[in-house]
């Protein structure tokens, strides 16, 4: 019999559920990923004991949506969600059933579920429950709808996204009835909300297969969450330093940089300003003057769009704006360029930088790498030796300004810049002598 390792405080509601005469199994996701020996992020139990009753059995319960069976459970500082077997009634918008009809069979509830490798369910007496198969698909790699996959579409548009995202997560196939669907049905995500296809992107694009973007576009779910990567997929680049299409180059770019959100947002928006900014000279060469610029627009119009959080759109739309820039192979240029971006910042522009250059052509590319790798050392010397890149690093501050009789306001901001702009130069005047020196020189 297949075993799994329980939590303490799951086996405890497992059997108070049995001792009271109930059913109950752990259930979805927490049985995936313990087959594939995965730590679970959560444990999610299923019984045939109705929501009042299960108040009854524990002395801390939450009503977290008991109005579809689910009562969360609260064991010391942690929570599981116990919910009864359900059937869920039509689907009115793409997402929500009208209504759930609670059930004693514990088949009947997982029918309703999306894929079969999130249909098991377990328990120490009985074992591995998998009507589905789900047990061979995880074996097989494959992603398959638990029934008619039309019909898990219909009920539920947002599953369209979690196929692929688990595609992506776990390096699996879509099954072809499964796929098909997805072509057929990719349209009814215009009904689904921008945070919940937020959700579902994040998780593919820093999943270790962020490649699986392609499967986005060829299914047609890119047309509709993501517009502006499809009228540049195939968009190709007669340039010496591209061998892909804009979009080959910006998928392969994607899965050149760690995976940390905005970096790999940072990758995905670098350059969908290329097809409105695309001319041929005479020697049919292809150019892109002015995309950084648009590029740069358009993740912030986007990342607005799907509802981003403000600091990874500053963050996103910093990296973007930047990754073309040139910047001279100086200590005090890259000190400014520091400044400018902030040091944590400017240290994901080269990773940036890194990740462009190694989804482009062989053309410069030892030139290029020995840029980036010189840049890489001078921002590594600059923090080894502490220098000042901003206004807070300076030996004075405005405190000391105003003992020194420079009136408060906007005029100390300005001294304190400007005094900056010279340690920038030369990181040996940051001392308060000599600081106090070029403040009379200012004044």
């Known amino acids: ?29 927490c049985v995936r990923d313990s087959l594939l020996n995965r730590q679970p992020d959560d444990w999610d139990i299923t019984t045939n004991a109705k929501p009042l009753q299960i ?3 524990f002395k801390r319960t939450v009503d977290t949506g008991i109005q579809h069976g689910t009562v969360t459970v609260l064991c010391g500082n942690d929570t599981y969600e116990v919910t009864t077997y359900r059937i869920d009634g039509e689907y009115e918008d793409n997402r929500h059933p009208k209504k759930v009809e609670f059930t004693a069979d514990l088949i009947e509830d997982l029918k309703r579920r999306d894929f079969t490798i999130n249909a098991m369910a377990y328990n120490d007496t009985e074992g591995l429950i998998d009507e589905f ?41 879509i099954e072809k009835n499964t796929l098909s669907a ?35 576009y060829e299914t047609g779910i890119c047309d509709i969450i993501l517009p502006e990567l499809s009228e540049v997929m195939n968009l190709e680049q007669n340039n010496p330093h591209h061998c892909y299409s804009v979009g ?21 928006f670098h350059d969908l300003g290329k097809k409105d900014t695309r001319t041929t000279d005479e020697d049919g060469i292809d150019h892109f003057r002015g995309h950084v610029q648009l590029s740069a627009q358009m993740a912030v119009d986007i990342a607005h769009r799907l509802k981003f959080d403000n600091a990874t759109i500053s963050k996103v739309k910093k990296l973007v704006a930047y990754h073309d820039v040139k ?4 200590p005090k240029y890259v000190r400014r360029m520091m400044n400018r971006l902030g040091s944590d910042d400017f240290a994901d ?62 005029e100390i901001g300005s001294i304190l810049n400007r005094l900056l702009e010279k340690v920038m130069d030369d990181p040996a005047l940051n001392t308060k002598e000599k600081l106090t020196e070029l403040l009379d020189e200012i004044l």
Request: net charge negative; charged share 30%; hydrophobic share 40%.
């Open 133 to 173: 198969d789900g047990i061979g698909d995880l074996n097989a790699g494959i992603i398959r709808c638990v029934g008619d996959p039309r019909e898990r579409f219909n009920e539920d548009a947002l599953r369209i996204m979690r196929a692929v995202r688990f595609s992506a997560q776990l390096g699996y196939a």
């Open 327 to 330: 910047i001279e192979l100086r």
């Open 55 to 57: 108040k009854e059995l």
């Open 182 to 216: 997805i072509k057929e049905l990719s349209p009814n995500l215009r009904n689904i909300s921008a945070e919940r296809i937020n959700t579902e992107l994040t998780k593919l694009i820093v999943s270790p297969n962020p490649g699986h973007i392609r499967i986005m």
């Open 349 to 410: 522009l080269l990773k940036v930088k890194q990740a462009d250059m190694e989804a482009q052509s062989d053309y410069k590319r030892k030139e290029k790498q020995r840029e980036i790798d010189e840049l890489k050392a001078l921002y590594e010397q600059i923090i080894k030796d502490g220098d000042c890149v901003k206004t807070s690093d300076l030996a004075i501050n405005g405190k000391d300004l105003i003992d020194m009789g420079v009136n408060q306001g906007p």
């Open 248 to 268: 080959e180059h910006i998928i392969k770019s994607v899965e050149a940089i760690e995976p940390d959100r905005a970096l790999r947002y940072a990758m995905l």
């Open 1 to 29: 019999m297949q075993k799994i390792d329980l939590p303490d405080n799951v086996k405890q509601i497992l059997a108070a559920l049995k001792d009271a005469g109930y059913e109950g199994y752990v259930v979805g996701g």
